[in-house]
């Protein structure tokens, strides 16, 4: 074990040394004016810095943009980056740090950042942003430019803060063979010969410096309106009373920002209250980029669709189609009622939908609802057999426990979990609707006449399919419990159940739900719904053991410590394995007394992966909770089996 913690500590290592130097390298691209990779590209390889070396010196720094052609000079301002938000919820997060009583809500300008300074009302030099510290003396070009007043109407000393910008307009018809309005604006404001300037622009946003009767302005507010009446142009700014208007404010934002003269890539926000130490911080603490994010866009909802599985009946909202992720998206989930309700979602809705992760994006928040949004209606009968539907707002479901809806979600449940192939939902279904299979002991009583009887159904693929189900006549008691799709009890729910002594068919149906109740995990809310569940499963359960068409396996006693290194232990598997599929690996795991869950939680013992420094999700989790990591060969050798040639099956 120690090797292996020490293998885990170099591979770590290894890839900060490979972060720091892709950073560095990426910085020096972007400030040239020559970026090669995206922002999100390089926000990803920051974050995963920060989350397996919090405290690597990089990370509170601030890439350089000096080059050798120019002189250079230091700053009257510290030229600090501001750490970021990329979506609501980190958002949120910072603001209740912060609890501001007023919150100011200005553009992200993206461009590149610039000091003017002011000597006595009168501009003697523009500095680039450089390290934060000293930066590139470009005042010819800065001249040239628009938005500088030469001469202040007042005798100002000190520093003016801004972003260099070309507009899209003169990005089009000038400078389309660049990739964007932001590498052709880093390209000419550092030309030597200083052609292009002119056609820059620069936008104002933070002041620092005295009159001879003191400071010209004492809170932000005062220090925009301070800047517009000294002739700059400066960034729109809007006042915001909670954190939740901030939110609502950036998704008006995203769905507008392609109308606006110039890019931006998020907004600023801030107190109103000025903070002389903080802003001297290379990453001042009292402000934050709330940046947009690729995984996020704006659309329309145009109508829902009420999806029924088992009993449940969710919704799925059709959205105007909108590029996410990469990817067109027209569908998007809706959860419950609960949800269309709290948020006042309506058809012709203003939404924002987001991908993070997910294969169906969800809808995130309301934007807005038009004059002419109608109520989305939400059924009151199952359409499968009338029966009306129970709505507990977080969930809407048919109660009919004879419900054909139900009956035919068990059936599939029961095929995923003990995993029989060659039956897909087609044939399921016409078997369903035939009568053929409508309980899961049917599916065993199955004959090849049967098959037979159906169109396009040849004796071998009848006999394959017989076979295949007879095959998997021996089951786990945690894999016989999950496939009757019991209402909040899948695979690891059963595998608990088992754990805590419920390991046998009479010891479980025995048991009151008040039992259920104790085991970890288990609130009253599910134990209650086991109990019920196992009420309306039970003459099925026993006619599939009692018949003999399902044995159950009893379950591995944990060996003594030291004789197993799996049996008590939880695994969970990213990426693809080499000797084996996923499956098989899981399955290994419980036949030797371990538990598998689906994602990475601080109670979990091992990560498998055979990829340990890969910016997955599931990795950088791990790393954060100080999981131990481990690869294939590593989990075999654990199992007690040897190399990469020996396959499960």
């Known amino acids: 074990m120690a090797d292996t913690v020490r293998e885990k500590d170099d ?47 990089l990370l509170a720094s601030i890439g350089a943009d000096r080059s050798e052609r120019w002189p250079k000079y230091r700053h009257r301002m510290t030229m600090g980056s501001l750490s970021k938000a990329t979506d609501p919820g980190s958002f949120l997060a910072w603001a209740a740090k912060m609890n501001f009583g007023l919150y100011l809500v200005q553009y992200k300008l993206d461009g590149a950042s ?3 300074q002011y000597d006595e009302g009168r501009f003697v030099r523009g500095v680039t942003r450089g390290d934060g510290e000293i930066g590139d003396d470009i005042t010819p070009n800065v001249m040239r430019m628009k938005g500088v007043p030469k001469e202040l109407p007042e005798p100002f000393s000190g520093a003016v803060r801004g ?25 000419l404001m550092k030309r030597k010969d200083g052609k292009g300037a002119e056609d820059l622009d620069i936008i104002c946003y933070d002041a ?62 801030k107190g109103n209250r000025i903070d002389l130490e903080d802003a001297s911080k290379l990453r001042p603490e009292l402000q934050i980029a709330f940046k947009f994010s690729p995984e996020e866009a704006v659309t329309t909802l145009v109508d829902v669709e009420w999806s029924e599985s088992g009993t449940s009946v969710t919704p799925i909202g059709l959205v105007e189609p ?53 109520p989305i209606p939400i059924p009151t009968h199952c359409s499968l057999c009338g029966t009306p539907l129970v709505d507990e707002d977080t969930r809407l479901y048919c109660p009919n426990a004879a419900c054909p809806g139900k009956a035919y979600h068990r059936l599939e449940k029961w095929l995923s979990v003990i995993d029989i192939k060659d039956i897909g939902s087609a044939l399921l279904r016409r078997l369903f609707d035939a009568g053929k299979v409508v309980r899961i002991p049917d599916l065993y009583s199955l004959t090849v006449e049967d098959l037979l ?57 025995h048991a009151s739900w ?41 379950p591995v006693i944990a060996a003594p410590e030291g004789k197993s290194a799996v049996a008590g232990k939880s695994f969970c598997f990213t990426g693809e394995l080499a000797t084996m599929k996923r499956a098989e690996a899981e399955k ?62």
Not at 29 to 55: C, H, K, M, Q, T
């Open 163 to 187: 972003e260099v910008l070309m507009s899209r307009a003169i990005h089009a018809e000038k400078y389309a063979d660049k990739a964007n309005c932001r590498n052709a604006a880093n390209g």
């Open 588 to 649: 290994l795991v419980r036949d030797a007394g371990g538990f598998v869950k689906s994602s990475v939680t601080k109670d979990l013992d091992y990560l498998v992966t055979n990829d340990p420094i890969s910016g997955s999700e599931k990795n950088r989790k791990a790393h954060e909770l100080s999981i131990n990591i481990i690869d294939e060969a590593q989990f075999l050798a654990m199992l007690g089996r040897e190399g990469n040639s020996d396959r499960a099956g």
């Open 11 to 57: 591979a770590v290592a290894s890839r900060v040394r490979e972060l720091e130097a892709l950073i560095r390298h990426h910085q020096e691209r972007y400030y040239n004016g020559e970026p090669e990779i995206s922002d999100e590209e390089f926000d990803a390889l920051w974050d995963e810095l920060a989350s397996i070396d919090p405290g690597n010196a």
């Open 114 to 116: 610039i000091e003017l």
């Open 322 to 374: 909108v590029r996410l992720a990469g990817t067109t998206v027209q569908r998007a989930n809706l959860a419950n009622p609960g949800m269309i309700r709290s948020m006042d979602l309506r058809i012709g809705s203003k939404v924002v939908i987001t991908k993070r992760g997910e294969i169906i994006p969800k809808i995130e928040s309301l934007v807005e609802n038009p004059p002419d949004a109608t």
């Open 453 to 509: 009887s159906f169109e396009r159904m040849g004796e071998k693929s009848a006999q394959k399919v017989i076979r295949n189900i007879k095959a998997h006549s021996e089951v786990s008691l945690a894999q016989f419990i999950a496939g009757f799709d019991i209402e909040g009890i899948g695979l690891l729910m059963a595998e608990k159940l088992v754990a805590a002594g419920y390991d046998s068919l009479d010891t479980l149906l």
């Open 514 to 554: 008040s039992d259920f109740a104790q085991i970890d995990g288990f609130a009253e809310i599910t134990a209650k719904a086991l109990y019920q569940g196992l009420r309306l499963v039970e003459a099925d359960m026993r006619k599939l053991v009692d018949r003999g068409f399902v044995h159950i396996r009893p």
């Open 208 to 269: 620092l410096g005295s009159l001879p009767s003191g400071p010209p302005f004492s809170t932000e507010l005062e220090k925009i309106a301070w800047l517009q009446r000294m002739g700059f142009l400066v960034v729109p700014t809007i006042e915001c009373k909670s954190p939740q208007e901030v939110v609502a404010y950036r998704a008006k934002m995203m769905e507008v920002r392609a109308s606006l003269p110039y890019d931006i890539d998020g907004l600023v926000v």
